[in-house]
């Protein structure tokens, strides 16, 4: 069964950082693209990034780029999230997924992470 | 970036009604188009995808169609567990831009 929790939202102040994390089990995780998606209250859902099989590619919504780092362990079969200069309009819930054909079939339960001072 | 509009915004129907769900895209994705349920404290699930396929496990009361800019979902029967957001995805952009609708929500009525 395929799997995918996340882990290391929070409450945290404008400008500081966190990094998330999304443990996979149930598939090969080297063979996927993996993604970060987020849904923002009032607002409907965001792409924010997508990562290579092997790391070696990585694409983000215009919004974060620059403060956000995608980056993956596939020994560890782990995906990443670096959040930095966080803004309140970065709050939300964060899901990471598994990209199938640039859909996604496979989706964490999310964590939240509320951007406020 | 390609805007991705979904109408209405909210959809009061009973249970039993048939109900149709509009996407419009900026510009054309051809069939590069999906559907996804989004219940309360829940993950998205996916419904559809290539404008038209159902995804798997995905009930036949659930059918989809179009392509270019106009894309409709509908659900032939609505059930009480249908009641939840419903958001469009394109993902024609290469390298990956991929935008969601605002989404359309199905309230009881």
């Known amino acids: 069964e395929v799997q995918l929790v996340e882990s290391g939202g929070g409450l945290i102040h404008p400008g500081e950082s966190l990094r998330l994390s999304c443990a996979a089990s149930?598939?090969?995780?080297?063979?996927?693209?993996m993604a970060w998606l987020r849904r923002a209250p009032g607002k409907g859902l965001e792409w924010v990034a997508s990562?290579?099989?092997?790391?070696?590619?990585?694409f983000y919504m215009d919004s974060v780029k620059g403060r956000f780092t995608i980056s993956r362990d596939n020994a560890r079969n782990s995906l990443f999230l670096q959040i930095n200069s966080l803004r309140a309009e970065d709050t939300g819930v964060y899901f990471c997924?598994?990209?199938?054909?640039?859909?996604?079939?496979?989706w964490g339960q999310g964590t939240l992470v509320t951007v406020s001072s | 970036e390609i805007v991705m509009t979904q109408s209405p915004a909210t959809l009061s129907v009973s249970p039993g009604e048939r109900v149709t769900l509009s996407c419009r895209a900026s510009?054309?994705?051809?069939?590069?188009l999906a559907w996804y349920q989004q219940k309360p404290g829940q993950a998205p699930r996916l419904l559809i995808y290539?404008?038209?396929s159902r995804a798997t496990g995905i009930p036949g009361r659930f059918s989809a169609s179009g392509s270019g800019t106009e894309f409709t979902l509908t659900i032939s029967s609505l059930q009480s567990d249908d009641f939840a957001i419903y958001y469009c995805?394109?993902?024609?952009?290469?390298?990956?831009?991929?935008?969601f609708g605002q989404g359309t929500r199905l309230e009881i009525k």
């Open positions: 997924a598994r990209e199938d054909h640039s859909t996604y079939v496979f």
């Open positions: 149930g598939f090969s995780f080297s063979s996927y693209w």
């Open positions: 990562i290579k099989q092997d790391g070696g590619e990585t």
């Open positions: 510009e054309s994705v051809s069939s590069r």
């Open positions: 290539g404008a038209s």
């Open positions: 995805q394109q993902y024609k952009n290469w390298p990956p831009m991929y935008t």
